[in-house]
């Protein structure tokens, strides 16, 4: 059994139709890359994942039990947990604060809260500017504060939306090498990434998106080549680099 | 233990960081030291107060710590959870209106009645609350329904004999300790005095815990929030009949310090925007801010009514008028005063313009 299973899941916006019967799963201990060009649908899956967004067909399970219909924060309680494309940070609370409401997601007392929180940012990185306000940080900052907070929930499977948009070369480097230490550290991850670079890095599969639909998965070498993928990206420079 | 908590190498400098952080606290303790100093001082001048001055600074005293206390109820739900009620009369009034039906008709004590009071306002915050958070109210849609909910519970009271109707209930006159009436003013000062304390203590205590820490980290980002495992819509309500029971205890103080209740003085706008306007104008939030506030606008109030008192309602024009300058200039309330001032000096120029828009509907 796969830790998520995504069966034949649909979601239409009016005349728009987002995701159109995709299936894919994701195994327990894995990377898996989710990527597609713009607008084919891959954040609407992650909010249908997430709960943020319920599918109009289709079904989703997660350690074996169908989470449709879940509220977020009951899906976070499984050990299901997502970070946002636009970075989200608790903008006048401290950056170990931010953290803490991660944290008291496992624990209740502050002071363990704090613990757990300082070292969910120590393990990001972070932990220097733990006492700054969250608002204050780079964006390359705000989007390990991001990742700080997810891990503090202590997650089994972990949703990142393009954790690696607009930082440069040098800070692309550093979240491939903590998305690796977090798969090294047990946490199953899924990601959309438009880095390629990136991609072909971490992900052991990759899920292909396109106009709401998957049209190809499997391993990274195999995708670049992939008739379909190339058809898919023609004109986007981006996907060769 | 989690599994990525036994990734040891990335946890060797955390010792290091926190001796940095003790270190930091160390010198921030006398800082402290001179808060609890101010603190101290603060509450033996007001423990005094009754001594030192004449009948009618007292009054003015009561008005403004009563007024300190409605803003710091407000603040719970309103600053720390975000969600801007406009209609806190509503629990006000319940508290007021419970209190003097209990006493009235059935001669229960006001200190029973006002916990029964509390009691009905919490389970009516939260069941307005799942209401208008149930089909997503938020923002200026939920200080709407806030409002529209106060003004049904006044229209409630007008028309209900029961309860006397427009013309309100007074309170026998049965002077003693048990029946929440003094002789003494300065023993309302007392009582609303300690509720302060008390609330401020609470409110304090509560930043800091899970529950306070939800409820801020919903209204900086409820989706964000929701993600990380907060159930929003419960906090919502939680803070909702936390702040709502607290301020129907504030309704029973204002019946017992009167006498006398009717439907506008229980459920009137008035006595919503009273609760949130010293909050907002010191610091939605804070600790503190409705406090300074309160100290700011009371004695602004008192100057107004006397100086122009010949004209009804100029008090309520310049209170509109302080709500619209700082919600544009100061959305943080005067508390953030200092802040910018420090952030404007270390930028070493006026960039601290992006201060947040903590509070602001």
Redesign the interface.
């Known amino acids: 059994m796969a830790l998520l299973e995504v069966e034949r899941v649909s979601k239409r916006f009016g005349g728009l139709q987002a995701v159109n019967g995709a299936s894919f799963t994701v195994e327990e201990g894995s990377v898996v890359s989710l990527i597609g060009p713009n607008g084919a649908g891959k954040t609407t899956l992650f909010n249908l994942v997430s709960g943020f967004l319920r599918p109009d067909a289709g079904d989703i399970r997660f350690q074996g039990r169908s989470i449709v219909g879940l509220r977020p924060h009951s899906i976070c309680e499984m050990g299901l947990v997502r970070t946002f494309q636009l970075v989200k940070p608790f903008r006048h609370l401290s950056v170990l604060e931010n953290v803490m409401v991660g944290a008291y997601h496992r624990v209740r007392n502050p002071a363990a809260a704090a613990d757990r929180a300082r070292a969910a940012l120590a393990f990001v990185g972070l932990l220097e500017r733990a006492g700054m306000r969250a608002a204050d940080l780079t964006t390359s900052e705000q989007r390990r504060l991001e990742v700080a907070r997810c891990l503090a929930t202590g997650p089994r499977l972990l949703l990142l939306d393009e954790v690696m948009a607009g930082l440069n070369p040098t800070e692309v480097d550093g979240m491939i090498g903590l998305v690796r230490r977090i798969a090294a550290a047990g946490v199953t991850v899924l990601l959309i990434e438009h880095v390629m670079r990136a991609v072909m890095a971490i992900s052991e599969r990759v899920v292909v998106l396109h106009h709401g639909e998957i049209i190809a998965q499997g391993l990274p070498q195999e995708i670049v080549r992939h008739p379909k993928v190339v058809e898919a990206y023609l004109g986007e420079e981006a996907m060769l680099a | 233990m989690?599994?990525?908590?036994?990734?040891q190498p990335?946890?060797a400098?955390?010792g290091a960081?926190?001796a940095q952080?003790g270190a930091?606290r160390g010198a921030v303790g006398t800082g402290a030291i001179a808060r609890w100093v101010t603190v101290g001082a603060v509450l033996l001048v007001a423990a005094l107060l009754p001594q030192l001055v004449d009948h009618y600074f007292l009054r003015t005293a009561i008005l403004l710590v009563y007024s300190a206390y409605l803003a710091q109820c407000w603040n719970i739900v309103g600053g720390y959870a975000g969600q801007f009620s406009f209609g806190h009369a509503t629990f006000f009034g319940i508290g007021a209106y419970t209190t003097a039906i209990l006493f009235i008709r059935w001669g229960i004590s006001p200190w029973i009645g006002m916990w029964a009071g509390a009691l009905l306002a919490a389970a009516t915050g939260v069941f307005l609350g799942s209401l208008s958070f149930r089909y997503g109210l938020k923002g200026p849609y939920f200080s709407l329904a806030t409002l529209a909910f106060a003004e049904i519970f006044r229209i409630l009271a007008l028309n209900w004999d029961a309860v006397g109707g427009p013309r309100g209930m007074l309170l026998p006159l049965r002077e003693s300790f048990w029946n929440y009436q003094f002789p003494e003013e300065s023993t309302y000062y007392y009582v609303i005095l300690v509720m302060l304390i008390a609330v401020t203590a609470l409110v304090a205590w509560l930043a800091?815990?899970?529950w306070g820490?939800?409820f801020?980290?919903l209204r900086?980002?409820e989706?964000?929030?929701?993600?990380?495992?907060?159930?929003?819509t419960r906090h919502k309500l939680l803070a909702m009949a936390l702040s709502s029971a607290a301020i129907a205890l504030g309704g029973t103080f204002y019946l017992q310090h009167m006498f006398y209740i009717d439907p506008d003085l229980a459920f009137g706008i008035d006595v919503s925007v009273n609760a949130l306007l010293p909050a907002i104008v010191g610091g939605p939030?804070t600790v503190w801010g409705p406090l300074v506030g309160a100290l700011v606008l009371t004695p602004l109030g008192e100057f107004t009514r006397s100086a122009l008192g010949g004209y009804g309602g100029v008090h309520l024009m310049l209170y509109g008028a302080v709500l619209i300058t700082v919600i544009l200039l100061l959305p943080g309330g005067l508390l953030s005063l200092p802040e910018r001032w420090r952030e404007r000096s270390r930028r070493g120029g006026p960039a601290a313009r992006r201060e947040?828009e903590?509070g602001a509907a």
Not at chain 2, 223 to 232: K, M, Q
């Open positions: 989690p599994p990525w908590l036994a990734v990335e946890l400098h955390v960081a926190d952080a930091a800091h815990t899970r820490m939800y801020q980290a900086e980002d989706d964000a929030a929701e993600a990380l495992g907060v159930d929003t939030g947040g903590r």
